[in-house]
């Protein structure tokens, strides 16, 4: 196997541990000198390929390289972009293949979740649909956890332990204020089509707090009354509700409860204004008064509250890319495995890219109670051991310290350039 | 100085570390037993006593109150309930009185912001009007940092941190969403009339990263075109725009941007839905793609993250509040004195309560830049000590441990029951 330099980009919605996945990346692909040269970031993506706007990672010092393991976001930018198939747009892979054939580049790291699989998945076919030996290796990463095969997606569990945490935090608060002021609080999270997001926050139930008290999920066709009877029964019996829902709840008939009209570069809607919709809801309904609060990037950028499960795994299906890479493999990607016994233990596997582009894997039904709004004791079991550790950075004067690479531009070779 | 038992209670909003206080007023008061019998709780505040729904903290152990170091949101019940003049009710302080005297309680500290001082002042004035010898202490608490005299207000600091780093972590999350997607994220956050918690976001700022690029505050009057062109600039020179509103911000004529009509006991209005009101305007003037967080109880119970600083005062004015009764004062409130020079030192003053019932100190304008959209230097400097220490809780199983105590009533001495 002759020397090549590897591409690396991060793709959708980043999360708070993707960095980790570089810093994977980046330091496994050091180990591997004799196969692999540099590595090349994608400025924003994928479109930093197109755009022959390359970062030589090379440039950052080991201990900037090392920050990104506890830096949120996507340090070399990430974006919204999907290729179209080679029939739709032949020219955007005779532009990814002038670019790599430039810059010798001959491994594919793609950071993302299941529409990124799908643009890896059609870059790994490049060798045998355009003739450019190319390996491409999906690296897992959702907060939406609905990737399928992999026992869970890296990103989701730092966010689901700061909803669990948030949920738990809140429920105090609305506990203190309920007798003579606040009786509903609602919190909307993230979850288009997978409630996964919504059902951790099950873990701020303890034996002294019930709370939530109702999670809705995208899986369960919002039933209005039984909703609200729901909400009553808590006020009863507790003296407040805490309602956890996700942005993506639908009724019957598929109709998400709250849509703002806007479509992104995938056709998804852009949801959000859920919580003040349920509250209004809820006032007129039942006439508590509420607060709501709607986490969105808050919760996916949260890296000061990771959990060090999450990070470990994140880096280590990273790291597993490279491995995958040096072994000659093509079109895969890392999965963790979840091993049998009581105590948590987790090892890396390997799926085949077409098992896992474009499919969601949703919360199981028996995740979910029989009512549709908790999570049963098998959907807790399954939560638990990922919020386990807090990956807390370092701080400096009471803000924590995240790492800003230089980014430094690989120069550029062809004279042509290329519109997105 | 005979000995009697002492009444506590918490009032209005809860914050991160109003429990720290409670802790502060009940370990203090065992150092006093010559004078302060027991401490009973207010069951939800003020109300408690007016019900005679007390709770024997001498129920609980001394790890469960030193639990109470590490628990947000208010462990005895809060209220939102203001006692009216002795001319409009007398019969609330013959109550008072007599609930008082049947369990022999002759001190009062009550833990509150600006609102309830007014109540503490009130009830001060008891042993000059209603001749019942009693001494009453307020404990300064208040995120929205608005309390006169006192350098800040106990609270305050731990969302400040908890605003100043979600708003930094949002900031990268955009940054690398940008190019092809988001382009402006809105966060609303806490302070109807002063800016003091959106001011905190400052605190964001790095040499790397200019966010937030916009704040508003309720102290400056909005101004349409002058806000979506400073968006607009913000997005021109850095690709994206952070912005943090106050849920206060006001236009001209002093109407709320958003406010939902309801309103609280004290005749507040209850605002929220700044944030989407924001995000639109954006759209339909500027065009960008957005995302919008509410964080709303989530910043004020976000114990997880709390500044030790603030920790530290919060247990130091709820001592400092026993110090005073046992040494004769009524109608005083400790305050937070910043001492002089460049390493920030703080200790405890006090102050009569007639000089801070009902008062609000808003955000000075020195503190505020001349566009009215930022923070300056000195604001900087104000802000920047206040969130110095990670006061982390402990973990379980990856979730943080709070304590919930047992409040235990103590038994009814009287037979008539008051209706509140």
Not at 32 to 40: F, T
Not at 47 to 74: C, N
Not at 188 to 211: F, K, Q
Request: proline share 4%; net charge positive; charged share 20%.
């Amino acid at each position: 196997m002759s020397k090549a330099n590897a591409f690396y980009a991060q793709s959708g919605g980043v999360t708070p541990v993707i960095n980790a996945s570089a810093c994977g990346v980046i330091e496994t692909a050091a180990l591997y000198k004799d196969i692999i040269g540099k590595v090349y970031a994608g400025r924003n993506g994928i479109v930093g390929a197109l755009r022959e706007d390359l970062i030589d990672t090379s440039k950052e010092t080991k201990k900037a390289i090392r920050g990104l393991m506890t830096t949120p976001a996507g340090a070399f930018g990430s974006c919204r972009y999907k290729l179209r198939s080679l029939k739709e747009n032949r020219a955007e892979y005779e532009r990814l293949i002038a670019v790599f054939k430039a810059h010798n580049i001959r491994y594919f790291f793609y950071n993302g979740g299941g529409d990124s699989a799908d643009t890896c998945l059609k870059v790994s076919q490049l060798s045998q649909t355009m003739g450019y030996p190319l390996q491409a290796i999906h690296v897992p990463k959702t907060i939406d956890n609905d990737l399928p095969v992999t026992d869970n997606s890296p990103g989701f569990a730092s966010v689901a332990k700061y909803v669990a945490i948030s949920t738990r935090e809140a429920a105090f608060d609305v506990a203190s204020m309920c007798d003579t002021s606040t009786k509903v609080f609602i919190l909307e999270v993230m979850g288009r089509h997978a409630g996964w997001i919504a059902g951790a926050s099950c873990l701020a139930t303890t034996e002294t707090s019930s709370a939530p008290h109702v999670i809705l999920f995208p899986e369960i066709p919002f039933r209005e009354q039984d909703f609200l009877n729901k909400v009553r029964q808590a006020v009863d019996r507790c003296g407040y509700c805490v309602v956890v829902a996700s942005e993506g709840v639908q009724d019957a008939d598929g109709n998400f409860l709250s849509d703002s009209g806007v479509r992104d570069a995938f056709g998804h809607a852009q949801l959000g204004g859920l919580a003040p919709t349920l509250a209004n809801l809820i006032k007129s309904n039942l006439g508590y008064k509420f607060h709501w609060a709607v986490s969105d990037y808050l919760q996916r950028a949260a890296r000061h509250i990771a959990s060090q499960t999450d990070v470990d795994q994140a880096y280590a299906v990273g790291a597993a890319a490279v491995k995958f890479a040096a072994a000659g493999k093509n079109a895969v990607m890392p999965t963790i495995i979840r091993l049998p016994g009581s105590r948590y233990r987790w090892q890396i596997g390997e799926t085949a890219l077409t098992r896992v582009a474009n499919r969601e894997k949703k919360m199981p039904r028996k995740f979910i109670s029989r009512d549709g709004f908790g999570v049963t004791a098998a959907g807790r079991a399954y939560f638990e051991p990922l919020v386990q550790g807090e990956a807390y950075p370092e701080y400096r004067e009471g803000m924590p310290i995240y790492t800003v690479l230089k980014n430094v531009p690989v120069p550029r070779k062809l004279t042509e350039t290329f519109d997105i």
